[in-house]
């Protein structure tokens, strides 16, 4: 616990630090994001904010974790840094791409998905290389269930699902780092527990990332994260959950992920299907914004509601 404790603290204060001098260079090479023509009209503005921002809140506490560590590569260390920087890399050329070509299409849908599908498989084999096994915790069922070979789409379907719900969260200033803060801070009292020390450490060193980032990011924000930092996030805790065999006690802890993700699919398939909106707008956090609620206020009621499924999702680990 005392490495995770030093970790956050120079995650933290290197990401303090690194920011402001990352933004200048950003505005200095004029890397800015192309606000969507999808995106709300009071949201025209951001269009000036630097994006890849995640970048930092990647490379510290990987760098950090690794000179806590020893620059030793354990198992668990070196499968969360793969699954993190590796997610990072494929928002990194999506970000790239889309601030070069001055338009928000980035690299193909298929070309991402296809990218976030292999990166999850290689995890699969490193994680079962390992010794991981291919058991599913669920609630009251105390050895769990072995799912055996469904467990190659069941990673699958997590990180890449995982991954691109929090990319799906990333809309408002502070939102999908927040929500991913809180998120992650259950995980640290379960590795705690389970004696997964390591994890711990990571998580910590993230967190500290993720905080020093917040300080640029809260309303108005001075740099965004691009999907180098929403997709590595997303894929990180899904990493997590599979490591202390908490698969489905994710679904629980990143339920405000999970409600973004579900309403998004839910508009689209009415949107096919009947050629009417279930909701005004999705990603859901702008649908708020429609009905005339403040940035601010509904970047704070998401973090209520992930506080609130934060403090379930541990009452429910005892049950799983």
Sequence with gaps: MTLGIIGFVLSLGLSFFAYPRFIELLHNSDLKQQVSEYALDEFK????????????????????????????FSQDLLMLIFVFASFALVGLVDDYKIVKEGKNDGISPAVKMGSQL?????????????????????????????????????????????????????GMDGLAGGTTLIALIPFVWIALQAGRLDILMFIMCVIGGLAGFLIYN?????????????LALGALL??????????????????????????????????????KRIFR????????????????DVVNFFYIMGVIVMVIGLALNAWV
Excluded: C
């Design 45 to 72: 503005d951001k269009k000036q904010t630097p994006t890849f921002g995640g970048l930092i809140f990647v490379l510290i506490p990987i760098v950090v974790s690794l000179v806590l560590n020893g620059i030793k």
């Design 118 to 170: 292999v990166l999850a498989l290689v995890f699969y084999f490193i994680y079962r290389y390992y010794g991981g096994n291919t058991i599913v915790s669920v609630p009251f069922i105390k050895d769990g269930i072995d799912i055996g070979f469904f467990y190659i789409p069941f990673v699958m379907l997590m990180l890449s699902g995982s991954s691109n719900a929090v990319n799906l969260t990333d």
């Design 218 to 230: 809260h309303k108005p924000a001075q740099i965004f994260m691009g999907d180098v930092g929403s």
């Design 238 to 275: 899904a990493s997590i959950s599979i490591l202390l065999s908490k698969e489905l006690l994710l679904v629980v802890i990143g339920f405000v992920f999970v409600f973004e993700t579900v309403t998004v699919i839910m508009q689209r398939i009415s949107w096919k299907v009947r050629k």
């Design 281 to 296: 707008y999705t990603p859901i956090h702008y649908s708020f914004t429609l009905a005339g609620w403040k940035e601010q």
